[in-house]
């Protein structure tokens, strides 16, 4: 591909057609093997003088010995006639056809484990998941038949993807942040296994989701074998929130709430017209930008991952869906997990209220969101509500409520501005007093009268003051004009003296010393983790071809929005009488110099930006920030608020080297 990204699945017509022909063929050979095995073991049932030392009941008796065709691998397996099981394994890395991954995903590989004629009874059947999972909704529990790979940060995978740190390690897969060392950019890694029965609904899901091509999905950028390790990588949202750290402080708002399953549904719902179906859709797959999109991770990989739901259960993958759409829902209107457990940070609910709706568990819950969530979570609503089981009934009736509109902000409080109409009711905190025909009405040289007559002859004596010193200063300035036009050289000489002589002693008695940074850190107020903590220390290495990068993202910093900037925090190691500091970017930066006040001197890292002052602002690839007057500090933040664009079109920074002088 264009971006150096390995393709994941052919899909072509012509290369489709040409897999359809060898699977119809190697079918056909295998029906015609099997059928001429049956024929001759029918054959010697029916002659007993052909095979003299077995009779009919023998022949009964060993007929549950003999093998079944579990699925399509194993009757490969015994077509070969002696196959070694390890060239199975080496074969799930060819690419899959629509038709083929359609297959895999939707009946979980029970096609092929359908026996080809009767079984009796007592027959035995390889089993396909030595742990199968009961509950859709239970994560944890998961086949043993092989641990993780075992890996450490700083691994390359593939010869390309660094291993930087392990967000989650279950006993059948690892999921790591990575960076795509060929791209430069963060990307997300799973890792299994490849002797694992799971690896191969692993690939087929990857690629599966690799087709969706769906900008509201997390993309899947590849999914390979390789040797004993299969990995997935997807891509990598570094300033994006899930769902479960969004209802960390508390329920959202109906507006929010309504955005989000409003986003997710169309997604899902398009999916599955697609024939695509997520199956392990929870808090931790929804995802939330920066510029409020909402983005689902995961789709058939982590069902994948974690083993699909029971193949016996009455529950289809639209009804899945749905259900998990709407607990969703439920979580982001009341802050409760609709369930007995305590799943994602949240409280399980209580047994007598399983099947409550959200404005019963929680008060002043929007009644229209309260009735979509019961009628998705449930089969059952309360009030004899009809459910919804599938998505796209689902962004049907979310179409038909009402809008929920964003809520207008709070303006800050003002004093009330003095009322001048005369011809207006007078207001007083008692409405009774004004009807009250005991007091009578104030006269025409009441008080409020003199008052407001007071404030006009005020006024106009400021207004005829202003002009006068107006008209006094542009005769003055005049004046000065004229004067400078007739003497030139008294005028001007002294001036050009005084500015001349003014920055001579300071220029005399500075000494300007270079101060060497003894760390770099990462200031990202509103983010997880440091960006790109691997590469600070280019950044005041002294080599200017190397730099520290920040995190692509896909739009610019916006001031007043959620992400305004990301800053790279300069360590001197002690304080010093700073006069000076330097910057070296990669492209056009703009770049603000700040300095923590007393509040953020313990901590700076962790200080919100307001506790650093602004000493300058530049733009260009070397802006240097000179201080009016030297300042004794040990810490100086740059901040970047506007990126240059890379050729992967994220904006992105590269600070190539810092110097700081005394």
């Known amino acids: 591909m264009a971006d150096g990204t390995k393709a994941v699945v052919d899909t072509s017509a012509a290369d489709a057609a040409a897999d359809e022909a060898a699977l119809a063929a190697a079918i056909d050979e295998l029906t015609a093997g099997k059928a001429a095995k049956a024929g001759a073991a029918d054959t010697s049932s029916k002659n007993p003088s052909e095979n003299p030392s077995e009779d009919a009941p023998e022949d009964r008796a060993a007929a549950p010995d003999t093998p079944v065709a579990a699925d399509a691998d194993t009757d490969a397996s015994d077509a070969g006639q002696g196959t070694p099981r390890g060239e199975e394994t080496s074969e799930i890395t060819a690419p899959l056809s629509v038709h083929e991954i359609a297959a895999e995903l939707a009946a979980g590989g029970a096609a092929r484990r359908k026996p080809a004629a009767p079984e009796p009874a007592a027959a035995k059947r390889r089993p396909t998941d030595p742990q199968p999972t009961v509950d859709p909704r239970d994560t944890a529990t998961l086949p043993r038949t092989l641990p993780a790979p075992m890996r450490h940060s700083g691994d390359m995978i593939g010869h390309r993807y660094r291993l930087e740190e392990c967000i989650s390690q279950t006993e059948t897969f690892s999921s790591w942040r990575a960076v795509d060392e060929k791209l ?13 029965q799971r690896a191969r609904k692993v690939l087929a899901a990857a690629k599966s989701a690799a087709l969706l091509g769906d900008p509201r999905f997390v993309q899947v950028l590849d999914a390979v074998q390789e040797g004993e390790l299969v990995y997935v990588v997807r891509e990598w949202l570094p300033h994006a929130s899930d769902l479960a750290k969004l209802l960390a402080d508390g329920p959202m ?35 939330r930008t920066d510029s409020g999109q909402y983005r689902i991770n995961g789709i058939a990989v982590d069902a994948a991952l974690r083993g699909l739901p029971d193949e016996n259960s009455t529950d289809g993958s639209e009804r899945t869906d749905t259900r998990a759409i709407g607990a ?46 019961a009628r998705a979570l449930f089969d059952h609503p309360p009030h004899h509500a009809e459910p919804i089981t599938t998505p796209e009934e689902l962004t049907r009736a979310i179409a038909q409520m009402p809008r929920i509109r964003q809520p207008e902000p709070e303006l800050p409080a003002f004093p009330a501005p003095p009322r001048h109409n005369t011809h ?26 003199s008052n407001r007559r007071t404030r006009r002859r005020l006024r106009r004596v400021v207004k005829a003051t202003a002009w006068t010193v107006a008209l006094g200063a542009i005769g003055v300035a005049s004046w000065q004009f004229v004067d400078n036009l007739r003497n030139t050289g008294p005028v001007t000489t002294p001036r050009a003296t005084a500015t001349s002589d003014a920055p001579t002693p300071q220029a005399s008695t500075h000494n300007p010393t270079p101060i060497a940074p003894k760390a770099a850190l990462s200031y990202n107020p509103k983010g997880d983790s440091a960006e790109s903590a691997w590469a600070l220390p280019k950044a005041i290495d002294g080599d200017p071809s190397t730099s520290w990068p920040t995190y692509g993202y896909d739009d610019q910093f916006v001031p007043g929005g959620y992400k305004e900037g990301t800053g790279l925090l300069i360590d001197l190691g002690s304080p010093h009488a700073v006069s000076s500091v330097s910057v070296q970017f990669v492209g056009n930066t703009t770049a603000e110099l700040r300095i923590p006040n007393a509040q953020a001197a313990d901590n700076p890292q962790k200080a919100p930006l307001t506790s650093f002052t602004v000493a300058g602002k530049k733009s260009g690839n070397t802006v240097d920030f000179a201080l009016s007057t030297p300042t004794n500090t040990r810490y100086l933040l740059i901040w970047l608020t506007s990126l240059p664009k890379d050729t992967d079109g994220k904006f992105r920074g590269q600070v190539a080297e810092v110097k700081v002088t005394g």
């Open 184 to 196: 430069r950019r963060a990307v997300g890694v799973h890792l299994m296994a490849s002797g694992h």
């Open 328 to 373: 969703l829902l439920f979580a982001a209107l009341t802050h409760r997990w609709p369930y007995p457990e305590d799943r994602y940070d949240l409280q399980g609910l209580p047994k007598g209220l399983q099947n409550a709706a959200p404005d019963q568990v929680r008060a002043g819950v929007h009644k229209g969101l309260s009735e979509l969530a």
């Open 424 to 449: 207006a009711l007078p207001t007083a905190p008692n409405p009774t007093r004004v009807a009250d025909p005991a007091v009578a009405p104030l006269p025409a040289s009441s008080r409020p009268t």
């Open 253 to 287: 708002e109906p507006h929010e709430a309504y955005q989000m399953v409003r986003q997710v549904t169309d997604a899902v719902a398009a999916a599955h017209r697609r024939g695509q179906a997520h199956l392990r859709l929870t808090p931790r797959c929804v995802l």
